[in-house]
């Protein structure tokens, strides 16, 4: 393996958004040992670097799920935007269907009310832990604005409007599963989106060349290499691509059966270090191969 390629949300990240000592540590006996790391997100960049400069971690960013790609040096390489009439079409739709949106941006991140935000979360998350008080889900919601700060507008049009905003990602979210399937079906047939999601009440919509394994792609061929130099680690629909893309693709525990299906590796979840154990795994078996030929 030249490359290894990781996912942060389910996948790098612990429940609470940080990166393990185990995960510190596993990269760095990779990259120790010459293989370079990156990270390949549906999070916007600076919402990406976050928990990574927490760790010392310094490498580049396929963020927005392939929308947009970094250096190191924060030199965009990268920059795959939705066309406009496809946007509107997206945006339209959703929210017939009543759904949260978000626009992301070049501009930064654009939505329609951030009190609905918060009533989705608190929905969805009182159903799923009956539990956990509205207060605590209000508390837990309105930390996704602390690292990615959001404009509230009236209109998507009037954003989608603009000549120099353009659009990498529409995320939206929904309380129920009609919602999502009903706007899936809508738009499954228009040419010029690709359909993912980063959990099982979000839809994620990008221009079908803005997908991880394209944009790792496209990186590794700058540098000579091929994807079958590469390790990939994810645990949900907007990994696929590069799961299935990879020369090694990872599942992480956590993953649903159909995204370890992908896989020929599934490690442990992201709760047990799951990316140390596979980077772990993956450097022993490199070493065995290099002690047979010695």
């Not at 839809?203 to 990186?219: D, S, W």
Request: glycine share 6%.
């Amino acid at each position: 393996m030249k490359l290894i390629a990781s996912d942060l949300d389910g996948t790098l990240l612990q429940e609470d958004g940080t990166i393990s000592e185990a995960n510190q540590k596993a990269i760095q006996a990779a990259i120790d040992k010459g293989i370079e790391f990156i990270v390949a997100t549906g999070r916007s960049y600076d919402a990406a670097r976050i928990p990574l400069e927490k760790a010392g971690i310094d490498c580049s960013v396929i963020s927005l799920n392939g929308a947009v790609s970094y250096t190191k040096e924060k030199e965009i390489i990268r920059s795959i935007p939705l066309e406009k009439d496809v946007a509107k079409q997206i945006t339209d739709v959703c929210d017939q269907e009543g759904m949260y949106i978000e626009l992301f941006t070049n501009k930064g991140i654009y939505s329609g009310s951030r009190e609905y935000f918060l009533e989705v979360m608190v929905d969805i998350m009182t159903s799923a832990n009956p539990n956990i008080s509205e207060k605590d889900v209000r508390e837990q919601a309105e930390r996704r604005f602390q690292f990615e700060p959001v404009e509230f507008i009236n209109d998507y049009h009037a954003v989608l409007d603009s000549t120099d905003i353009n659009v990498y990602k529409i995320l939206v979210f929904a309380t129920e599963p009609e919602q999502l399937s009903n706007a899936s079906e809508k738009l499954r047939s228009e040419e010029g989106v690709v359909i993912t999601s980063s959990g099982e009440i979000n839809l994620e919509f990008n221009h079908p060349e803005a997908q991880k394994g394209l944009a790792v792609e496209q990186y590794v061929q700058q540098k000579q290499w091929t994807m079958e130099d590469v390790m990939s680690i994810g645990d949900n629909w907007n990994d696929a691509s590069m799961l299935q893309m990879a020369g090694r693709g990872v599942a992480m525990g956590n993953a649903a059966d159909e995204i370890k299906a992908l896989c020929s590796y599934t490690t442990l979840t992201n709760r047990e270090d799951g990316v140390a154990v596979a980077l772990e795994e993956m450097l022993k078996e490199q070493q065995k191969i290099i002690d047979a030929s010695l």
